[in-house]
């Protein structure tokens, strides 16, 4: 198996404002990354923004700056919000960087050297806030707004060309479009003639963009431009040992609405480039409000950053993921979020924390007690906590990680049961060494459960971890270090109402 890992999150346009959908992939982007990390895999986990555009240059005039100065002052918005949310990504990639721009020019003169790239004049509907050209039937259906007849002409990357590879390379790689509704979508969409795709914008329309190679009266189509970012980053032309150790990636993270760009455009684009593809294509469903699209105009829009400010940024991580089935639609609520954190943080995890660590204080000097002889209930709790990391491991390899937070949950579930069954506040009485016993084998498990959680939570497992004076990520049993002694700490998940 590959030692490498190598994720991505689609490159957010730069004039958004980040909401909750953007947090959500870049939050399950780094819970991934993290787990692979903390599995000791090479991981490189990229994100960015995506720059060029009409919408852009458009935002720009409207307030009077040059197009670059907009972007510069609208990115911190994203890269600051990542700093909030502990995001670790190891790059940042903005389409308007040299090193991009030299990537994309580079690529489009491979592809018209192979010749499949073609000058056409194009007669069609146009959406302006789409940005391309669009079919009658699009038109009709009423989701485009200012569209208008254009007569143009542009150049044409032939798409149609490798129709018949793609649909092969779908068929022989099950694990390519992921989940599989997702991978049959793409399937019965290429069931129909591919069009070839225009990849110019003339300068008279549109000028905030990356100027053709062969071209100097056009700018690059946006997604052309964009979908690139994924080679740019890891070093294709410009290191090739890097982007040999990165490349093909594991993951393209993406929400459903642009899976037809990461699943036609870019693999085709890429078979013309002569680059492999990437191994997967992961499209994820849509945050709901309630029962609603959250959208500008219905004012529901959540602002991550509010979240954050008012229930702390773990929180919020561990309620978006283990909230969404990966693949569906979730609707996210206050209501569900207060009583997620209530049910699993505050009465199962940090309660556990709380007893462990008040009993080891007012019986054991505040130290680790020993870890005894193990009866079979010790027995069982040991077993389960040895187990766990696989099943875990095979849960987020399939990309049910709400499903392995379950798992971790009920695991912390049968310890607090544990704990109840075995009394050790009564057991200190006339058995100390037994209520020491209990205490070791509830803290270890919490331990355990706390490296697992780690890549959701990764600032209040830090904190557990320094409570109880553990070190690392180790799954083996026996991690606690006995004589150790308890940091003090201010409760972890304390009650919200
Ligand atoms: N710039 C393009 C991507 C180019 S990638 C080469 C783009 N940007 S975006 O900022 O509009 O959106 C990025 C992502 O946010 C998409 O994956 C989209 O699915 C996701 N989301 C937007 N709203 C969302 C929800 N309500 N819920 C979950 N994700 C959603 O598209």
């Known amino acids: 198996m590959s030692n490498t890992f190598y994720i991505t999150t689609p490159i957010y346009y730069v004039n958004d404002k980040p909401h909750i959908g953007h947090a959500y992939t870049t939050i399950l982007a780094d819970v991934l990354a993290r787990y692979h990390r903390n599995t000791e895999k090479k991981t490189f986990f990229l994100t960015g923004l995506d720059e060029h555009g009409q919408k852009v240059q458009q935002a720009a005039e409207e307030r009077g700056v040059e197009a670059q100065q907009h972007c510069d002052e609208m990115a911190p918005r994203f890269t600051e919000l990542w700093e909030q949310l502990h ?255 209530n049910s699993d943080l505050a009465n199962d995890f940090g309660n556990l924390l709380s007893r462990v660590s008040t009993l080891m204080k007012k019986n054991f000097g505040g130290k680790i007690p020993e870890p005894g002889d193990f009866t079979e209930a010790e027995a069982v709790i040991k077993s389960n906590g040895e187990l766990l990391g696989e099943v875990v491991k095979e849960k987020i390899e399939a990309m049910r990680l709400n499903e392995a937070i379950e798992e971790i949950m009920q695991y912390i579930r049968s310890v607090n049961k544990y704990m109840e069954n075995n009394a050790p506040w009564k057991l200190v009485k006339d058995d100390k060494d037994a209520a020491g016993r209990v205490l070791y084998t509830a803290g270890e498990a919490l331990r355990i459960g706390a490296v697992l959680l780690s890549p959701v939570m990764p600032n209040r497992t830090a904190i557990l971890l320094d409570v109880l004076n553990a070190k690392g990520t180790n799954l083996n049993w026996g991690g606690l270090t006995p004589g150790n002694e308890l940091q003090n700490h201010e409760p972890l998940f304390p009650r919200m109402n």
């Open 87 to 341: 995001i670790s990504h190891d790059d940042f990639i903005r389409t308007t960087e040299e090193r991009h721009k030299k990537v994309v020019r580079d690529i489009l003169q491979q592809v018209m050297d192979k010749g499949d790239i073609y000058e056409a004049e194009y007669e069609g509907l146009y959406s302006v806030s789409e940005e391309r050209f669009i079919t009658e039937k699009e038109a009709e259906s009423g989701e485009f707004r200012d569209i208008k007849q254009l007569k143009e002409k542009n150049y044409f990357f032939k798409m149609s060309k490798y129709q018949q590879a793609l649909i092969d390379h779908i068929k022989s790689n099950p694990k390519f479009i992921q989940p599989d509704h997702r991978k049959n979508e793409i399937l019965g969409f290429l069931r129909q003639p591919l069009n070839d795709l225009c990849i110019s914008r003339p300068k008279s329309r549109l000028n905030w963009g990356i100027e053709l190679p062969f071209d100097s009266d056009y700018v690059t189509y946006v997604w052309f431009d964009a979908l690139i970012n994924y080679i740019t980053a890891p070093g294709f032309g410009r290191d090739e040992e890097s982007f040999n150790k990165w490349w093909p990636a594991s993951y393209h993270l993406i929400g459903k609405d642009i899976l037809t760009t990461h699943a036609v455009y870019w693999p085709t684009m890429l078979m013309s480039a002569g680059i492999e593809l990437p191994k997967t294509i992961f499209a994820h469903g849509w945050w709901l409000m309630g029962e609603s699209k959250m959208s500008k105009s219905l004012g529901n829009v959540i602002n991550p950053m509010d979240l954050i400010d008012d229930y702390g940024v773990d929180p919020v991580r561990y309620y978006l993921m283990r909230e969404m089935v990966l693949g569906q639609d979730s609707s996210f609520t206050m209501e569900s979020f207060i009583q997620r954190y």
